[in-house]
């Protein structure tokens, strides 16, 4: 959240230095006599058949060869990749060629099944023959090959692109397998059996339409569910020559598990922030003057003395700055009286200009200590974390989510469990990090592997996961964005329920991070989910007319109106909708908090 109003946009940093990657060696450009071309309109004759481009079109002028060649252009938040899919044999070598133009550009090769290859020019000014080489894995049949730039510089151009090596085998993918049962549940898991297939040398798992895992017998356990969520599944065979149709669907309902969370929030809550310590464009508004229809109301914000002492305070709104603010008397009866009408008043800590990096343990002791002097001063009920900026980053070996090193990540996570322990069951955890720091991290987290990447790449991820147990309220602010990839592969961007829809989805669906399936980050329980928009175009970029909230709300709680993108479920308890801010809210005339109403009664 801001408090002067000015866009924020984080942007990918790089040098060149850092860009460095191990050199690759290139196989011979001589084919051998079986082997072909296997790219298709690898010279984009064509236009853009066969490829799937987020910023790409097809020019006559520059070309390598021919009447047409790629030109891309990279934004901020995005590098402009063209990728296209090709089938290849098993255990067979191929030759990854191309001819680029422009800084920065890349061709390579994932899905391998050996090790991915990718090979780079620095400058081209003019065109420059990229090759890199690839050894297939004993189960591979198909590989993406990609091109692409880097953020936010010019745009580059690929021409004659071509793949050589072995076309696919001329074989018949197996049947379709049969048999297909979920023989048991939990709240998180479901474990699925099926017949074998003859030829069949591994199974691909679908839920809800997706490809979740390769399974090498004929059982499998899906993880990462949601509690009483009902998911539909399917199994194809897989050998040499392809997949297989799907089998039949099964339906598997996952069981209710533990509540988690606050138990007494309503089933769908309005979340708000108050500017409790400025002002802002939209003036100052007394918490007694809340309306009843917020249940979470977020007094921002809590601010560092120094961005790596800790020590956090709150300082109330001066009577120069706010000419109408209550006296704390006042202030402390008006958050009694909420809390007796069952909603919840929280300290947020951060905002935009509230840097805090936990870099020490006696940063963290300190901000255990300091934040529960906040809390117990004026009887909150709990806590929520708006890090932003420059306040969580990875260390480069700081690669797994799940067992994460960087002392700012862990020193936080440590606070954050001891003061959930110090308040008990009804403490109220929520956060509220940019999409930067969570879905960018589907595709990038942290340095990344050549290095290059910004570290605040998925920087939030550890830190939820640690703490999902904990988590009350989940509400990414989905604005203030760049375009961000979906589970579509797909770029969205902010200004539609589109956005939202394909955010949200991630949160509920789960995502493997940084591409990697075997690095899953599992989906977060519906209830622990709000949707963050601006309140109105003054409270910040990417606000939607209230038809379009209703529109993301119909598709995430009915799956009905999505558009094109395909949600991975229905989730009916999604929990509601958080904003920046009350103050905003009040000076377009309650338009958001009137639309929640609408909607949920």
């Known amino acids: 959240m801001d408090r002067p109003r000015r866009t924020r946009s984080v942007l990918v940093v790089i040098t060149a230095a850092l860009l460095a990657v191990p050199g690759i060696t290139a196989l011979s450009s001589a084919a051998r006599a079986a082997d072909a071309d296997l790219t298709r309109n690898g010279g984009f004759e064509s236009g853009l058949d066969g490829w799937s481009c987020t910023a790409g079109t097809t020019v006559g002028s520059p070309v390598h060869s021919g009447g047409a060649a790629l030109q891309a252009t990279p934004a901020g938040s995005d590098n402009a990749q063209c990728a296209q899919t090709v089938t290849v044999q098993p255990d067979a070598q191929y030759t990854l060629s191309g001819y680029v133009r422009g800084s920065y550009v890349y061709l390579g090769a994932s899905g391998t099944g050996t090790t991915d290859v990718s090979t780079w020019t620095q400058s081209a000014p003019d065109w420059q023959r990229l090759t890199t080489s690839f050894r297939t894995g004993p189960a591979t049949t198909e590989v993406t090959l990609y091109t692409h730039g880097w953020y936010g510089t010019g745009a580059y151009y690929a021409d004659d692109i071509s793949l050589v090596g072995p076309g696919a085998s001329t074989g018949q993918p197996p049947a379709a397998p049969t048999g297909l049962t979920v023989t048991a549940v939990t709240s998180s898991t479901a474990t699925l059996s099926w017949s074998a297939v003859t030829g069949a040398t591994s199974y691909a798992v679908y839920r809800d339409g997706t490809k979740v895992q390769t399974a090498s017998g004929t059982s499998a356990t899906v993880t990462g569910l949601s509690p009483s969520t009902a998911y539909g599944f399917q199994v194809a065979a897989v050998n040499a020559a392809g997949e297989s149709a799907r089998s039949a669907a099964v339906t598997g309902t996952t069981t209710a598990g533990s509540s988690g969370g606050t138990p007494d929030l309503p089933a769908h809550a309005l979340v708000g922030y108050l500017h409790a310590s400025f002002a802002n464009g939209s003036g100052y508004t007394r918490l007694a003057d809340v309306p009843d229809s917020w249940d979470v109301i977020d007094l921002a914000f809590g601010e560092p003395t120094s961005a790596t002492s800790g020590d956090i305070r709150f300082t109330r709104c001066p009577v120069t700055e706010c ?37 020490t343990t006696a940063a963290r002791d300190a901000f255990v200590s300091s934040v529960s002097n906040i809390i117990e001063t004026y009887g909150l009920d709990g806590l929520d974390i708006d890090f932003e900026g420059h306040s969580l980053s990875l260390n480069a070996d700081d690669i797994d989510f799940r067992n994460p090193k960087t002392p700012v990540i862990v020193n936080l996570i440590s606070a954050l469990k001891t003061l959930k322990a110090r308040y008990g069951a009804k403490f109220v955890l929520t956060m509220a990090p940019e999409t930067f720091f969570v879905q960018i991290g589907y595709q990038y987290y942290g340095t990344g592997k050549w290095g290059g990447q910004d570290p605040r790449c998925g920087a939030y991820l550890p830190v939820i996961h640690a703490l999902r147990d904990d988590l009350t309220l989940l509400h990414v602010q989905d604005y203030n964005s760049g375009p961000i ?73 009915k799956r009905s109106g999505c558009g094109s993108y395909p949600t991975h479920g229905t989730w009916p308890g999604l929990r509601g909708l958080m904003t920046w801010s009350v103050n905003w809210d009040r000076y377009s005339n309650w338009e958001f908090q009137k639309t929640f109403d609408g909607y949920f009664g």
């Open 323 to 359: 000419p109408n603010v209550e006296s704390d008397a006042d202030f402390k009866a008006a958050i009694k009286a909420k809390q007796a009408a069952g909603k919840k008043v929280l300290i947020s800590i951060g905002g935009q200009n509230g840097q805090v990096q936990l870099t």
């Open 485 to 557: 990839m979906g589970l579509d592969n797909q770029y969205h961007s902010m200004g539609g329920a589109d956005f939202h829809i394909a955010m949200t989805d991630m949160l509920l669906t789960g995502f493997p991070v940084a591409g990697d399936a075997n690095n899953v980050f599992p989906p977060l329980r519906p209830d622990q989910v709000a949707i963050g928009m601006p309140a109105s175009t003054n409270a910040g970029n990417g606000h939607v007319a209230p038809a379009e909230v209703v529109k993301t709300l119909d598709c995430l709680t």
